[in-house]
């Protein structure tokens, strides 16, 4: 198993990390819970029979932020902060934080490296050892798992110190030799996309030169996402003894290069909550022994990207539950895999080698069924929708709404008050009525308006005290999905969110959002946006069926936000955002299959909003996942206004925008970092993209909702973002614009 869960089962990591930032609880409060996490998870994983247990997976925030901290790549500004490591994860009132975006096509996000010429590696391997200690005083014996070196590289776009990197490695490697370990886990999950030739020469490089080193613990290389492609052969020509195939979204091609290797055979799924059919599962064991020889079955990656017990949900259905499984239950099912065998009980290869083993004992059989997927249809054709051209429709709004230069808005959510979540928990408990929840969410929806009608925003949006998460809101309101009550998933940091079920077809019974944006609109003269979660969005952060084609699924749902998109604008609601921040996420890893998935991606979203008309303006929105290598898809969307993440990146997505020929709102300020942005730093960003863009299409905007922000945080930021913009439409007026 590649990795676990790590917020706790009651998400009792998110609680003390909000304790020890509001100065609620000391470090080592902090610290006493990671360690509690990590207690009950290697005694549950003991218990359910798994052997090869792995430590060193656990993390505060990030697995690449510990690593940035492992090899000592701490930026030299956040050294002298009180707490460099949340300094590089959140920022402190004087210092940004590191940009952050998805971990490959997940919807995980990880803390980029910062790591330039002059960087000093320096080994400080503090964190590993501590807890392969703290397993062995429990009575475990712990796989280490460290990213890998040239993983950690191209996510820094660094490759080019490798040289000095790896010392570092080869110390660590020593070290834990000298503590007795056997195994090391490297994870090298940017394997499995597009090499050049360059790089392949660095993994070839990085393996020879670990793997020729005496005193080391036996090196397993993981791959996950994919198939590792022209880098299988590169690491079986290297001394490493272990390799890991994703063999659920990979294959089997090529693995008989690995004869001789022990390979870990990714059959259980670790990206989605569906039991394993175990005759496929045995299928493709059977296969990779026939090619390699020695076999460990395992998940397919950590199981970090799904829920932790499914026997926590009473409130599923039972034959939707028979078909779940979540960590606890994926981790039976590598367990039973191993223990029933291949063919005829035929137990699958457990070698032991002098370099140690990943290997499992003897375990007892799952507790339940596993059951396959549904049979899968052929796939109809699917279209997309189409709108009057963008000259016409920027007129009609353009009369319509009377906007200002430099219009100003947000992205669409505000606080969640502690009181509003739980008002929401008692509404739900019977202990609220319908009525006295409805008011409360009014009172709240009232305070938004006021608040920014007094900050001077010229767009307003209700703050979506309703919703609880942008997904599963639309998901309890469309036929098709189920919701967990403690399915939560590590999104970043602290953030969890609870992933909805995707498991039938996908329909719309009533109106969703109308009810709260007429209330809205009623109470202010300004132009107020109805808020929508776009469908590669919903289904990108959902668990989807795996029934049928993935664009199938996604129509089915562009179809019921069609329906949403018509009803607000009957309501009389004259801009409508229909985000889409999982575009970038789903793209595929590898170039080839990219042209095919955006096509169809793109289609998706002209279907849902097709059925505006010219005078409603069309948002959408996307943060946090390196947009600026999807920008002609972006634009084939066909928003009349698309809003951005690009403060916390630097600014850096507007290098490629200058070509972009719709409203364009490149955030200027960082949401997910406490820190209030000054005046100054607002206008500098702002001025930025006027650089790159005319200002009668540059939009104002944070980087992204403002629902993890405090409301003394979000009003003192967005006076400054009205304020560095009054500035500028003062002197873009004194310049005759």
């Not at 990795?3 to 020890?20: N, S």
């Not at 009623?522 to 289904?539: A, E, N």
Request: with cysteine; proline share 7%.
């Amino acid at each position: 198993m590649l990795g676990y869960p790590r917020i706790g089962p009651r998400r009792e990591l998110k609680r003390a990390l909000e304790a020890y930032w509001d100065g609620r609880g000391s470090r080592a409060e902090l610290e006493a819970v990671g360690a509690a996490i990590r207690e009950r998870t290697w005694t549950r994983l003991a218990e359910l029979g798994l052997e090869g247990l792995p430590s060193n997976t656990f993390s505060l925030y990030d697995q690449v932020l510990d690593t940035s901290v492992l090899l000592g790549a701490v930026p030299e500004r956040y050294q002298a902060a009180e707490d460099p490591y949340f300094a590089m994860a959140r920022g402190t009132d004087g210092l940004a934080p590191l940009r952050m975006t998805k971990w490959f096509d997940t919807n995980y996000h990880y803390i980029v490296p910062e790591v330039g010429p002059d960087t000093a590696f320096e080994l400080d391997a503090a964190k590993p050892l501590a807890e392969l200690r703290q397993a062995r005083e429990l009575g475990f014996e712990t796989r280490p798992v460290v990213i890998g070196p040239v993983t950690f590289l191209l996510l820094a776009s660094a490759l080019d110190r490798l040289d000095d990197v790896l010392p570092c490695y080869e110390e660590l490697l020593a070290l834990l030799a000298a503590e007795g370990v056997t195994w090391v886990q490297l994870d090298e999950p940017a394997l499995v996309a597009d090499l050049t030739p360059e790089e392949l020469a660095a993994v070839r490089t990085a393996y020879e030169r670990l793997g020729a080193r005496s005193a080391r613990p036996g090196l397993f290389v993981a791959s996950y996402f994919g198939h590792l492609g022209e880098a299988l052969p590169v690491l079986a020509a290297t001394p490493v003894e272990a390799i890991g195939v994703d063999l659920v979204r990979g294959g089997l091609d090529g693995l008989g290069a690995l004869a001789g290797k022990t390979v870990v055979a990714g059959v259980v799924s670790g990206r989605d909550v569906w039991r394993t059919p175990p005759e496929r599962a045995a299928r493709l064991l059977s296969a990779v022994r026939e090619q390699a020889g020695r076999v460990v079955v395992s998940t397919s990656c950590s199981l970090l990207h799904v829920p932790y017990d499914v026997e926590a949900e009473p409130d599923l259905d039972s034959g939707l539950k028979a078909r779940l499984a979540f960590a606890e239950q994926k981790v039976a099912e590598v367990v039973e895999l191993a223990h029933t065998g291949l063919e005829d009980g035929e137990r699958v290869a457990r070698p032991r080698p002098d370099t140690g083993t990943l290997a499992r004992p003897d375990a007892g059989p799952l507790s339940g069924p596993l059951s396959g997927p549904l049979s899968r249809p052929p796939a109809e054709p699917v279209v997309g929708g189409g709108r009057a051209p963008y000259a016409v429709r920027a007129a009609a709004q353009a009369a319509h709404l009377r906007l200002p230069l430099l219009p100003t808005t947000t992205i669409g959510s505000f606080p969640q008050t502690g009181e509003l979540r739980e008002a929401r928990a008692a509404a739900v408990a019977g202990r609220l009525s319908a009525a006295d929840y409805e008011r409360r969410v009014e009172g709240e929806i009232e305070r938004v308006i006021r608040a920014q009608e007094r900050l001077g925003l010229d767009v307003l949006v209700h703050g979506e005290p309703e919703r609880n998460d942008m997904v599963q809101y639309f998901a309890e309101h469309l036929d098709g999905f189920a919701v967990t009550r403690n399915g939560w998933v590590q999104s970043y940091g602290s953030r969890c969110t609870r992933p909805p079920i995707l498991h039938g077809d996908v329909s719309r019974p009533e109106p969703i959002t109308v009810r709260w944006a007429r209330y809205a609109r009623s109470l202010t003269d300004r132009p107020v946006k109805g808020m929508l979660t776009g469908p590669v969005t919903i289904v990108a952060w959902s668990f989807a069926r795996d029934d049928l084609p993935l664009r199938d699924v996604v129509f089915q749902v562009a179809d019921a936000v069609r329906e949403e998109v018509r009803d607000l604008e009957a309501a009389g609601v004259p801009i409508i955002q229909v985000d889409e921040p999982a575009l970038r996420e789903l793209l595929p890893l590898r170039e080839a299959a990219r042209a095919g998935y955006l096509e169809w991606a793109v289609a998706a979203y002209r279907r849902a909003t097709s059925g505006a008309g010219d005078r409603t303006q069309i948002h959408t929105h996307l943060c946090y996942s390196d947009a600026d290598q999807i920008l002609d898809a972006i634009d084939g969307l066909d928003a009349d206004v698309t809003t951005i993440e690009s403060a916390r990146s630097g600014a850096r997505l507007l290098g490629s925008v200058g070509t972009f020929e719709r409203g364009l709102g490149p955030g200027v300020y960082d949401i997910h970092s406490p820190r209030v942005p000054g005046v100054d730093e607002v206008e500098r960003l702002l001025r930025a993209a006027l650089r790159t863009l005319p200002a009668e299409r540059v939009w104002v905007n944070p980087d992204c909702g403002l629902k993890t922000r405090t409301y003394e945080q979000v009003e003192a930021a967005l006076a400054n973002m009205a304020t560095a913009t009054r500035r500028l439409r003062d002197e873009l007026a004194g310049a005759g614009r």
